[in-house]
């Protein structure tokens, strides 16, 4: 099973930028799908991005399309999430987590994912 560790979260204001990232050990990620999600106290853990194995586009939330992009580079094991022009309302911790799954929409269900990474705290003040 693949391992996830996520970085890069912190504080930043309204309207500023972030970049996630999500570097993979264990396996390597060719294989996987790979989604962000994110989570905040008392609600469930909902889909922000994902990108399939083969790399074509990714999909988004309608919340954050437009804002967010998310790429992988398999030669170095690891995806990303760049948050653009981010608002409180992106406030959460996100998760990175791979999949196996590869029946259609799978990549936007929490369940087709099998390995999740511990968590970025991001923080967006107003």
């Known amino acids: 099973q693949v391992q996830l560790v996520e970085s890069g979260g912190g504080l930043v204001q309204a309207g500023g930028s972030l970049r996630l990232s999500c570097a993979a050990s264990g396996r390597t990620i060719e294989s996987y799908g790979m989604g962000w999600f994110r989570q905040v106290p008392g609600n469930e853990r909902e889909f922000v991005a994902a990108?399939?194995?083969?790399?074509?586009?990714?999909y988004y939330a309608d919340s954050v399309k437009g804002r967010f992009t998310m790429s992988r580079d398999n030669a170095l094991n690891t995806v990303y999430l760049q948050m653009n022009s981010v608002t409180p309302e992106d406030t959460a911790v996100y998760f990175c987590?791979?999949?196996?799954?590869?029946?259609?929409?799978?990549?936007?269900?929490?369940?087709?994912?099998?390995?999740w990474g511990q968590g970025t705290q991001v923080t967006v003040s107003s």
């Open positions: 990108i399939s194995w083969i790399g074509d586009s990714p």
């Open positions: 987590g791979a999949s196996r799954d590869y029946s259609i929409g799978s990549y936007f269900r929490r369940n087709a994912y099998e390995s």
